[in-house]
């Protein structure tokens, strides 16, 4: 599920000729968000480092919202969503 929603993310961004972008953001979807600070990439992509706060916080919200619609294919109701959700990230944190 983590995958399908990384990949359709990848593919809208794609679609907009942003892959080499989402290529450089994707690593602050991840657990190792912190290697790589805002500033120096930035810096190789010719941004500024408030550009690429608000670029990942955009990924991360659409991510959020595709997750969300993945999970939603597999339950009946709203609730179980956001069951589902909990339950998914009490398990990766572990």
């Known amino acids: 599920m983590l ?3 990384i990949t359709r993310l990848k593919a809208e961004l794609s ?3 942003k892959e080499n972008l ?3 953001l994707k690593v602050y979807m991840t ?3 912190d290697s790589v600070p805002y500033r120096d990439l930035a810096g190789r992509l010719n941004m ?3 550009t690429i706060r608000v670029a990942v916080h955009r990924l991360r919200k659409r991510y959020k919202h595709l997750l969300r ?3 939603a294919q597999t339950v ?3 609730e179980e969503i956001d069951d589902e ?3 998914l990230f009490r398990i990766l944190g572990s």
Do not use: C, L, N, P
């Open 48 to 50: 500024t480092e408030g």
């Open 22 to 24: 989402f290529d450089s």
């Open 3 to 5: 995958d399908r929603t």
């Open 15 to 17: 679609a907009r000729g």
């Open 76 to 78: 009946a109701t709203e």
């Open 31 to 33: 657990a190792e968000a």
């Open 85 to 87: 959700i909990r339950d």
């Open 69 to 71: 619609d993945e999970i």
